[in-house]
């Protein structure tokens, strides 16, 4: 071998002796290591610990957490309701002018539009017309009564004078001094006179029902009158309703057009109550077990994170919110399947000063406070109001 190949294998020789003491080393480490274990009597304590303690101590926190809970009952299916009073004319008619806008607070009694009030003007004139001419009419009646009154005395006179005419020509008859014929134009003549005289007071008895039965009552007590007056009074009525008013005060949405027609009893625009919010909230009715009318309640807005109102439980619902939708569920069909019903609750806001206005239909989140403690074995943990 020359030098140069004895050179070249050196290196090599120191690899493989650095390798060999390298695994070497590695073996002292690895029989070394068991020595240096913990001692099983040291791993005893630890093993208690973790089979008994810690399940101990799970126990105890679920336990707490049990005979805490159960007295607060919240959800965030929660919204704050108003009063929407729907406006509408109460008389049909065109719009002629709108005194309001679109989200403006108005107060009680407040006008917000006009309908065109020249047809209802009409109709008053012609009510005040026919008022006029009821009165007329039934003064026309009474003087027709008077003259019929007169009628009839005239009828009796004639009828006296034609009695004794009848007689005389019945005398004269009987001396042959009159025909048959004569005495019975008498007769005839004493006959139409009775008959007019019946014929008048039965127009008299007619004129008198049509009267109200008594001449000298006054023509304002009239059935006709009375009739008439309270067209002329439906009429004025109509009018005045051409204007229509705020019924409480609050805010207004969707006010109509001018030139809009208005159907009476037809929905115009829409008035939100000021002053008055409360909270609906629908509760699961697993919660409601002990919830009842006067709790307090906690109330957070979703739009004020930063601002907490309380209140109380003013009334739940009677019936849950599904016996209140236009199909209700069908429960008897063959794939009916358990969900849980939720029941409206409404709570009212306590009176409180310097809170932001709140505005119909904003998302919250209720808690109830129902002072119900969970107790087991006769353990009991009280809870402070939140």
Known sequence: MSDSEIDASAPQTEIAARAESASQAEARAGSAAPAQAVPPRRRRPLRLLLLIGVPLIVGLVVLVVYLRGGRFVDTDNAYVKADKVPVSA????????????????????????????????LAVAKAQARLAQTRTDLAALKASYRSKQADIALNRTRYDFAVKAQR??????????????????VKENTDLAAQQITATEQELKQIAVTLGGSLDAPIEEHPSYLSAKADLAQARLDLERTEVRASLPGT????????????????????????????EANFTETDLTYVHPGQPVAIS?????????TGSVDSL??????????????????????????????????????????????????????????????????????
């Open 90 to 121: 109460q008389v049909s008619g065109t719009v002629k002018e709108v005194l309001v806008q679109e989200n403006q607070t108005v107060v009680a009694g407040q006008p917000l539009f006009r309908l065109d009030p020249v047809p209802f003007r």
């Open 301 to 309: 807005i979703d739009t004020y994170p930063d601002v907490q109102w």
């Open 317 to 386: 619902s009677p019936a849950t919110g599904s016996e209140f939708s236009v199909i209700p569920a069908q429960n008897a069909t063959g794939n009916w399947v358990k969900i849980v019903q939720r029941v409206p609750v409404r709570i009212k806001f306590d009176a409180r000063d310097g809170t932001p206005p709140l505005r119909a239909g904003l998302s919250a989140t209720v808690e109830i406070d129902t002072g119900h403690q969970r107790q087991l074995f006769g353990l009991a943990l009280t809870r402070q109001a939140r």
């Open 252 to 279: 207004v949405s969707q006010p109509p057009r001018p030139g809009q027609y208005a159907a009476s009893g037809a929905t115009m625009m829409a008035l939100v109550a000021n002053g008055s919010p409360w909270v």
């Open 168 to 185: 005389r020509q019945a005398d004269l008859a009987a001396k042959n001094f009159v025909s048959p014929s004569g005495l019975d134009q």
